[in-house]
């Protein structure tokens, strides 16, 4: 194995991941905030804030793909004499005695020492509080008194992440600032349709202050070294127009020993219309006065980190493993389960590889994230269900994605991925299987956000999957429409012109014949799925006839959807195989062998078996399973996006995190729980983290959406981290193919698939007012479940019944 560069390392006692070199191969972020405001943090304090929409509502400015990388963020310039240094190492980058960044769970802590001075500055947003809280500790370790200058730094965002890139002949005349005390408020356009404004807050008195960028940096200069922190001297500058920022200038004096705390605050403020204004011009400050006066002292500060931190202790106690294998146990019981809330969070919106102007909520995406986060905080989930159904047409189909702050379908990108319909069945039975709660399938949902049209949920689910089957294809396999979950299988395409988007380009859909068997396979999935549903609530007839409707997917699979070794990917427009032994490149594709053996089709002729096999031998490689072999080597103008990839990136034969674990689930359901293991720990960030830093580039705590495949040019470098449905896959997959844990309408099944190396191991499970201490003994066996015990008593099945209270659970396998 290669040794490589290590940057970092787990402290898993504090749930932390702990940064030593700032200089890591790709800034490694962090997420503060949890419902309404949210900043993006990286591990030299680089990144933005935004409020519940990075495109509609930024605070703060931020430059994608930025020479030096990952240039601005919230920044402090510790000056003593000719020497100025950060304490995040950027943007000053002089060189430190000491570096820390620690990313925990909604904080991050960034600590350097130069000279004897230490400089910690705990950045969090606090539960419920539209502000990020940065509070800076100034600590003198020397022998001597020490007379230091401390700026701050934010640059304001015009609030519209997208103009403010492109429109600046009006930009640059827009910006309005007020100062009053330690505060400096953001307000531009307040004084027309905006309601909002954004201040930046330290709770001491101040010796100075700059609000113009040009004046504080220097049209010639650079983060790294502003005019004004190269001379030791504040302008005082008052913004009009050009580019507002926020810096404060202090003074302090520490004596040997001393230690002091600054707190900075970064808050955003909504005002009613008739309350906009306290005098001609002068915005009404009364709300942020009462948010600055919540964090005015260090006491405050810590009392709101403290529940922050309870607030995950509590999460994070919903789901406890214990198998005595750390990289496993930190996986599932830390970072996993807080990937899922960030997901959650920003489906695919904002992250360092989304500029949070290009997507908003996704359908399918937003199904699959609350899969990993309803044990969490059902009732969130519960609310996006509903937005998510709201978004719908009354045909089923639906807007691919919405934006958050409106929760209004985007038209851009308009609807017709003709597998989005089915994910929210699976997004609305995972909700109603952890909570019991079926009262969501009457809730009254609009179509398209119309009223008077709305139906009960019920209605919704219904409908999602009749539009797959008024939607078949000549062989009665699913008709793809513009894409399924391949985003890049764009089978009506047929573009040459470089300005189009494969997505919404659609030029011959009319007498399509492209069909999909991942859908089918997500067909009979999510459909067996509705049956039992149907038989839950009593609906009977209605579970036959989508009944049917499964089993007639099923030999239509069988039939026209098998190709000797593995399951076929599509038809093409023409009618021609994709995904075929036969073909010239792409013989093989991920996303069906995944849907089709978790769907479990064709087990009894040996199918499913086969194509796990297949998997194996064409698609594993060192790093995951790539998506499919061979990649393209050219651009298929039937196929669109996906030949588009060089080999062996993205959708091109990338290993698409993502996909891996639908594999990994059809091994658990075959009951190969070595295969499933094996292929799970390739993809299992602290597997990665202790071999390959510097290969895989980015974040070594979390899932990142795509890793690059056998057939890249190098072979195990990671992209586009934190923001993708992998994150709610792999805990699917190891909380309920795994370790075998699964919420189902009556109780819990227990049922797990392991490596026949695994020993013994508890799981400790809140399930609605129940919480249960399950131990679990292998014995060496991958798959079966031979004895329950609950509570002492042995139990007639796979399911532990659902009962309030406490309960113990032996498992012998
Ligand atoms: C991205 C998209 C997701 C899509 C996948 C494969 O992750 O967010 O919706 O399914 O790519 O194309
Ligand atoms: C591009 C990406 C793909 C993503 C899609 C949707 O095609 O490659 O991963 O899902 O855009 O915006």
């Given at each position: 194995m290669e040794q490589q560069k290590r940057y970092g390392h787990f402290d898993d006692a504090h749930r932390e991941y702990v940064i030593t070199d700032p200089k890591t191969p790709w800034p490694w972020i962090n997420y503060l905030g949890n419902e309404d405001f949210f900043?993006?943090?990286?591990?030299?304090?680089?990144?933005?804030?935004?409020?519940?929409?990075?495109?509609?509502?930024?605070?703060?400015?931020?430059?994608?793909?930025?020479?030096?990388?990952?240039?601005?963020?919230?920044?402090?310039?510790?000056?003593?004499?000719?020497?100025?240094?950060?304490?995040?190492?950027?943007?000053?980058?002089?060189?430190?005695?000491?570096?820390?960044?620690?990313?925990?769970?909604?904080?991050?802590?960034?600590?350097?020492r130069k000279n004897q001075v230490e400089a910690s500055v705990l950045f969090f947003v606090p539960l419920k509080t539209w502000a990020e809280v940065q509070k800076l500790t100034l600590t003198n370790q020397s022998q001597e008194v020490k007379t230091l200058k401390l700026f701050s730094f934010e640059e304001w965002c015009l609030w519209n992440a997208a103009t403010d890139m492109e429109n600046f002949q009006r930009n640059f005349s827009t910006g309005e600032v007020e100062i009053e005390g330690s505060t400096i408020y953001h307000k531009t356009e307040y004084r027309e349709r905006r309601n909002h404004y954004a201040f930046y807050h330290v709770n001491t008195e101040i010796q100075g202050f700059d609000t113009d960028r040009e004046s504080f940096v220097g049209l010639y200069n650079e983060f790294s070294n502003p005019d004004a922190v190269v001379e030791g001297l504040p302008r005082n500058s008052h913004a009009h127009g050009w580019s507002p920022i926020a810096s404060h200038y202090i003074e302090v004096t520490l004596q040997t020993g001393e230690s002091r705390d600054f707190v900075f605050l970064l808050g955003y403020v909504e005002n009613e219309q008739d309350k906009k204004f306290s005098a001609p011009k002068v915005i009404n400050k009364e709300k942020a006065h009462a948010l600055i006066a919540r964090f005015d002292t260090t006491d405050k500060v810590d009392k709101a980190f403290a529940e922050l931190n309870a607030y995950w202790d509590a999460l994070l106690n919903i789901y406890k493993v214990k198998t005595g294998n750390p990289k496993l146990d930190r996986m599932v019981n830390i970072w996993n389960q807080?990937?899922?809330?960030?997901?959650?969070?920003?489906?695919?919106?904002?992250?360092?590889?989304?500029?949070?102007?290009?997507?908003?909520?996704?359908?399918?995406?937003?199904?699959?994230?609350?899969?990993?986060?309803?044990?969490?905080?059902?009732?969130?989930?519960?609310?996006?269900?509903?937005?998510?159904?709201?978004?719908?047409?009354?045909?089923?189909?639906?807007?691919?994605?919405?934006?958050?702050?409106?929760?209004?379908?985007?038209?851009?990108?308009?609807?017709?991925?003709?597998?989005?319909?089915?994910?929210?069945?699976?997004?609305?039975?995972?909700?109603?299987?952890?909570?019991?709660?079926?009262?969501?399938?009457?809730?009254?949902?609009?179509?398209?956000?119309?009223?008077?049209?709305?139906?009960?949920?019920?209605?919704?689910l219904k409908v999602s999957l009749d539009h797959v089957i008024n939607n078949l294809g000549p062989h009665l396999l699913p008709l793809i429409g513009r894409a399924d979950w391949?985003?890049?299988?764009?089978?009506?395409?047929?573009?040459?012109?470089?300005?189009?988007?494969?997505?919404?380009?659609?030029?011959?859909?009319?007498?399509t014949k492209a069909e999909s068997l991942m859908i089918a396979g997500l067909f009979v999935v999510t459909g067996k799925e509705y049956v039992a549903l149907c038989n839950k609530i009593g609906k009977h007839e209605e579970g036959q006839r989508m009944q049917r409707a499964v089993d007639a997917m099923i030999e239509a699979v069988k039939k026209h959807g098998w190709d000797g070794e593995w399951y076929l990917r599509a038809y093409d427009f023409y009618g021609r195989k994709i995904g075929s032994n036969e073909c010239e490149e792409g013989k093989i594709f991920i996303e069906s062998q995944g849907w089709c053996t978790m769907a479990e089709i064709g087990a009894d002729e040996g199918m499913v078996a086969k194509s796990?096999?297949?998997?194996?031998?064409?698609?594993?490689?060192?790093?995951?399973?790539?998506?499919?072999?061979?990649?393209?080597?050219?651009?298929?103008?039937?196929?669109?996006?996906?030949?588009?990839?060089?080999?062996?990136?993205?959708?091109?034969?990338?290993?698409?995190?993502?996909?891996?674990?639908?594999?990994?689930?059809?091994?658990?359901?075959?009951?190969?729980?070595?295969?499933?293991?094996?292929?799970?720990?390739?993809?299992?960030?602290?597997?990665?983290?202790?071999?390959?830093?510097?290969?895989?580039?980015?974040?070594?705590?979390?899932?990142?959406?795509?890793?690059?495949?056998?057939?890249?040019?190098?072979?195990?470098?990671?992209?586009?981290?934190?923001?993708?449905?992998?994150?709610?896959?792999?805990?699917?997959?190891?909380?309920?193919?795994?370790?075998?844990?699964?919420?189902?309408?009556?109780?819990?099944?227990?049922?797990?698939?392991?490596?026949?190396?695994?020993?013994?191991?508890?799981?400790?499970?809140?399930?609605?007012?129940?919480?249960?201490?399950?131990?679990?003994?292998p014995n060496g066996s991958q798959k079966g479940v031979k004895q329950i015990v609950l509570d002492g008593s042995p139990v007639e099945g796979d399911v532990i019944p659902y009962a309030a209270g406490k309960h113990t659970v032996e498992v012998t396998m």
């Amino acid at each position: 194995m290669e040794q490589q560069k290590r940057y970092g390392h787990f402290d898993d006692a504090h749930r932390e991941y702990v940064i030593t070199d700032p200089k890591t191969p790709w800034p490694w972020i962090n997420y503060l905030g949890n419902e309404d405001f949210f900043s993006l943090i990286s591990n030299t304090a680089g990144g933005y804030s935004f409020y519940k929409d990075a495109k509609f509502r930024r605070i703060t400015r931020y430059r994608y793909n930025n020479v030096p990388m990952d240039n601005g963020g919230r920044y402090f310039y510790i000056k003593e004499g000719d020497t100025a240094w950060s304490p995040g190492w950027k943007p000053c980058k002089t060189p430190l005695d000491f570096y820390e960044c620690r990313h925990g769970m909604g904080y991050t802590r960034i600590t350097g020492r130069k000279n004897q001075v230490e400089a910690s500055v705990l950045f969090f947003v606090p539960l419920k509080t539209w502000a990020e809280v940065q509070k800076l500790t100034l600590t003198n370790q020397s022998q001597e008194v020490k007379t230091l200058k401390l700026f701050s730094f934010e640059e304001w965002c015009l609030w519209n992440a997208a103009t403010d890139m492109e429109n600046f002949q009006r930009n640059f005349s827009t910006g309005e600032v007020e100062i009053e005390g330690s505060t400096i408020y953001h307000k531009t356009e307040y004084r027309e349709r905006r309601n909002h404004y954004a201040f930046y807050h330290v709770n001491t008195e101040i010796q100075g202050f700059d609000t113009d960028r040009e004046s504080f940096v220097g049209l010639y200069n650079e983060f790294s070294n502003p005019d004004a922190v190269v001379e030791g001297l504040p302008r005082n500058s008052h913004a009009h127009g050009w580019s507002p920022i926020a810096s404060h200038y202090i003074e302090v004096t520490l004596q040997t020993g001393e230690s002091r705390d600054f707190v900075f605050l970064l808050g955003y403020v909504e005002n009613e219309q008739d309350k906009k204004f306290s005098a001609p011009k002068v915005i009404n400050k009364e709300k942020a006065h009462a948010l600055i006066a919540r964090f005015d002292t260090t006491d405050k500060v810590d009392k709101a980190f403290a529940e922050l931190n309870a607030y995950w202790d509590a999460l994070l106690n919903i789901y406890k493993v214990k198998t005595g294998n750390p990289k496993l146990d930190r996986m599932v019981n830390i970072w996993n389960q807080y990937q899922c809330m960030v997901t959650f969070n920003f489906s695919r919106s904002a992250s360092f590889f989304e500029s949070g102007i290009g997507r908003g909520m996704g359908f399918r995406d937003s199904n699959q994230d609350l899969v990993g986060f309803v044990h969490q905080i059902p009732s969130r989930a519960r609310q996006r269900i509903i937005d998510i159904a709201s978004t719908q047409f009354p045909d089923g189909g639906c807007y691919h994605q919405y934006q958050p702050l409106t929760k209004r379908g985007n038209n851009d990108i308009g609807g017709g991925f003709n597998d989005d319909p089915c994910w929210l069945i699976f997004g609305t039975v995972a909700y109603i299987k952890e909570t019991g709660d079926f009262t969501i399938l009457d809730e009254m949902v609009p179509f398209d956000n119309q009223p008077g049209s709305e139906v009960t949920l019920f209605e919704h689910l219904k409908v999602s999957l009749d539009h797959v089957i008024n939607n078949l294809g000549p062989h009665l396999l699913p008709l793809i429409g513009r894409a399924d979950w391949n985003d890049c299988l764009n089978l009506n395409c047929f573009s040459w012109d470089p300005n189009e988007s494969f997505q919404t380009t659609e030029n011959v859909s009319e007498g399509t014949k492209a069909e999909s068997l991942m859908i089918a396979g997500l067909f009979v999935v999510t459909g067996k799925e509705y049956v039992a549903l149907c038989n839950k609530i009593g609906k009977h007839e209605e579970g036959q006839r989508m009944q049917r409707a499964v089993d007639a997917m099923i030999e239509a699979v069988k039939k026209h959807g098998w190709d000797g070794e593995w399951y076929l990917r599509a038809y093409d427009f023409y009618g021609r195989k994709i995904g075929s032994n036969e073909c010239e490149e792409g013989k093989i594709f991920i996303e069906s062998q995944g849907w089709c053996t978790m769907a479990e089709i064709g087990a009894d002729e040996g199918m499913v078996a086969k194509s796990l096999d297949s998997c194996k031998k064409y698609l594993e490689c060192e790093h995951g399973m790539v998506l499919n072999n061979p990649a393209f080597t050219k651009y298929i103008y039937e196929y669109g996006e996906i030949s588009s990839y060089p080999e062996g990136y993205k959708e091109n034969a990338g290993i698409f995190c993502h996909n891996n674990p639908w594999v990994i689930i059809g091994e658990c359901m075959a009951g190969r729980g070595n295969d499933a293991w094996s292929h799970y720990a390739k993809i299992l960030p602290s597997y990665v983290e202790e071999k390959y830093q510097t290969l895989h580039k980015v974040e070594p705590y979390v899932n990142c959406q795509m890793v690059a495949g056998k057939d890249a040019f190098r072979p195990g470098e990671g992209k586009n981290s934190w923001l993708t449905g992998t994150a709610a896959w792999m805990w699917y997959t190891v909380s309920e193919f795994i370790l075998g844990i699964k919420p189902d309408y009556d109780g819990i099944r227990i049922d797990p698939c392991l490596p026949e190396t695994a020993g013994d191991y508890t799981v400790s499970r809140k399930f609605r007012d129940a919480e249960y201490d399950i131990t679990i003994r292998p014995n060496g066996s991958q798959k079966g479940v031979k004895q329950i015990v609950l509570d002492g008593s042995p139990v007639e099945g796979d399911v532990i019944p659902y009962a309030a209270g406490k309960h113990t659970v032996e498992v012998t396998m």
